[in-house]
Structures are given as structure tokens and as C-alpha cells.
């Protein structure tokens, strides 16, 4: 009786720990092994570097967080392991920053990313995480152009080079301004030739061209901002009251002048570096605005340009119903280094644009006539958006303001 009693009691215990065991692995949590997420990269960008990275994967079951390891390169992306991890769903939250080229530009820029519900699996496949937090459209553009000069108190043109252009970044992240140069047309919007051969299509015919000096990565202009470069960054005021003070700018226009007579005062921005100028003395915006403006990102070394994009450009020139053959020499710039063109001109002598269309269709002005005194003391400023973005469609009329005050201008 005793022994059949304390074999009903061995058999009750065996079979409570089998139950126990049981339920155990019923509710055990699966681990998921060598899973991996992809980080994608912006596809409207190209040599994407992800300097550094942080995230967490929080379980959404039980709050258990993973901290998410390094990502490594893989194409043009990038991979995150996972060696284990508990099957579930997660919230997933990453930051971090990456550079990259855009159109030539060098840029950089935080992101950071929240994916919320992410199942891993023991058969999870194509995880990703997208880098899209971010628009890196817009680039630089040519914001404002102060050509004309100001008067003195007299009344007369002041000549001590107070003009400026001024670059904006447009886009959402910053980018470096290294190599961008501003190009002034050899061609006139006021005076139409049919030049041979006709490149106008396929490049930007310059007579000078200065380039924001630096290494890819030391001009470093934050989403909105803008570099002044001045012709002459020195106080203007002091020599002219109506004029304005140009010793903040970020660069000038500086020329070592052939001719004693004729110098260039050295300011206190740091030089544009000068790869091309059809003066030999000291060179300055045209005033009544005949030529166009235009930046663009020089894509080769100043002696490889110099040798291979010279320009001899072949016309005929009407006078008096005589007809002379005539030629130009200079140097032209690819359409497809130009970040931004604006044309520029007079109402009531304009004859073309002298840009590619693709570049700008349109044209803007300060003076209605030719020699207009009321030109002076006025700019041209590009129009913006609702959100503060400047807005570019690639046409001038439709783009800026003509004859404005220019910002700079107290």
C-alpha cells in the first residue's frame, strides 16, 4: 500500500515537471542569427561617406533595446549586422552624418531616421533603413548681382569698385563652395553676332573667370547662407558716404595690374584665385549690364583649361552697310559645369541672351536705356518662395527683381 502510494506520488511529480518543462519552451523567445538591415543612401547623390552612425532597435513586446553596430560599406550602401537578436517587432531610431558630392559639389549633412514596426524574423529578407530625410536639390544659385555702382554726393558715379555678387546655398544641407567660379560672358546680350563656330549649346563663352580658392572641403556654406564676393572689400564709406562697407565680405576680385598707374587695393577678404581676365590692368563688373553672369564648378586644373577650352570665335561685323571679317579670341566654360547663369541687359538695347536656353531663358536689368542714370545704386536680387527658398526655374525675367535696392546698401 505505502509502496504503491509513493510510486502515485513520483509519477504526479514526474509528470508536473514535464508540464513545467513544457510551458517553458512555449514560451522560450526565438533569436534570429546573422540578420542584416540595409542602410540605403540618397540616390540623387554620389560618393556617400557615412562619417558616423548611432541607433537603437527597441523591442516592442518586452522594451528590450539593441544597440545597432557600425554599419559597413557595401556598394553604394551600407550594411548593419546583427549577430543575435529576439524575434519580434521593433522601433527602430538612427542619426548620424554622411558627405557626398552632388553635381560636382562637395556636401555634407545629419539625417536621422525613425522606422517604427520592423519584424525580424526567422525568415526576415530585405530590411532597409532609407537615408531620405533630406533634399539636396537646389544647390548654389546666384542670388543677388550689385553691378551697377553707386553715386557720390555730387551726383556722380563712384568709381572705387563697390560691386559685388553674392551666392547662396539653396538646398537643405551644406555644401562646400571650394572651386566654384564666377564667370563674367565675352559675348554681350546688346550687341548680336553670329558667331563661327557657334558653341553657345555646349559651353559659356567668358572674359573672366575667378575661382573661390580651397582643397573640396574648406568653404563650407550651411544650408541658406551666402558668400559675398566684392570686387573691392574695403570700406567704401569712407571714401564715398552713399557708398557701403565691403570689408565683411567672404572674398574679392583682386588683380595685380600691368599698368603703375592703374592699381587694385588689397582688401581685407581673402583673393579669388584668378585663372582668366581680358584686362590686363584691373578688372570690374560691366556697369550698364551688357555682359551675363554665371557659376560654375571648374572641373580641371587652370593650366588644363587654359590649354584646352580656348575659344576662337569667328563673326562678321556690319557697319555703315560694310561688312568686315572679324575674330575674337577667349576661352569658354562647359554648360555642364555651370551651376547658374544670369543674363543680363537693358530694356531698350537688348538683342539676345547669351547662355544656353537649358542655362537661362530669360533675362534681367538695371536701366531702361542705355547710360541710364537711374541704373546706379540698384541691383538685381532673386525672387523667393513661400518657405524662403530662392526660386530658380532657369529664367530671369521670371526669377529676379530688376532694379532694386541692393541688400547691402544701408
Known sequence: ???????????????????????????????????????????????????????????????????????????????????????????????????FVKDGIAGTTDFEIQNDGVKFTQTSSNLKLAVNSFQADGGFVISEIFYTGTTTPEDKQYSGGDAYIIITNNSDVTLYADSIAVLE??????????????????????????????????VAVAPGQSLTLAINAINHKEAN????????????????????????????????????????????????????????RMKTDKETWLKDYAYTAEYTFVFNDNAYPMSTDTYKVP???????????????????????????????????DRDMTRYNKAVIRKQDANGKYVDTNNSTNDFIPETKPSLLK
Open 335 to 369: 554648360n555642364t559645369w555651370i551651376l547658374d547663369a544670369v543674363n543680363l541687359s537693358v530694356e531698350s538695347m537688348f538683342q539676345w541672351i547669351v547662355t544656353s536656353p537649358a542655362l537661362d531663358a530669360g533675362w534681367t536689368y538695371c536701366g531702361k536705356v
Open 1 to 99: 500500500m505505502k509502496k504503491n502510494f509513493f510510486l502515485s506520488i513520483m509519477m504526479l511529480l514526474a509528470m508536473s515537471m514535464a508540464s513545467i518543462s513544457c510551458n517553458d519552451d512555449d514560451d522560450a523567445t526565438a533569436i534570429v542569427n546573422n540578420c542584416s538591415l540595409l542602410l540605403e543612401m540618397p540616390i540623387n547623390v554620389s560618393n556617400v561617406i557615412l562619417n558616423n552612425f548611432e541607433g537603437t532597435a527597441t523591442n516592442v513586446q518586452n522594451g528590450n533595446v539593441v544597440t545597432l553596430s557600425t554599419p559597413v560599406k557595401k556598394g553604394n550602401d551600407y550594411v548593419i549586422t546583427l549577430n543575435t537578436i529576439e524575434e519580434g517587432q521593433y522601433n527602430i531610431k538612427a542619426k548620424g552624418n554622411i558627405s
Open 185 to 218: 560672358s565675352q559675348f554681350m546680350t546688346t550687341d548680336k553676332q553670329d558667331y563661327t563656330p557657334d558653341v553657345m549649346n555646349e559651353a559659356f563663352s567668358v572674359d573672366a573667370v575667378y575661382m573661390i580658392p580651397g582643397k573640396g572641403t574648406d
Open 241 to 296: 558716404p552713399n557708398s557701403m562697407d565691403l570689408t565683411g565680405a567672404d572674398f574679392e576680385f583682386y588683380d595685380e595690374s600691368s599698368n603703375p598707374r592703374v592699381t587694385d587695393p588689397d582688401g581685407a577678404a581673402p583673393n579669388l584665385d584668378k585663372w582668366y581676365c581680358y584686362t590686363a590692368t584691373v578688372y570690374g563688373f560691366h556697369n550698364r549690364g551688357f555682359k551675363s553672369m554665371a557659376i560654375a
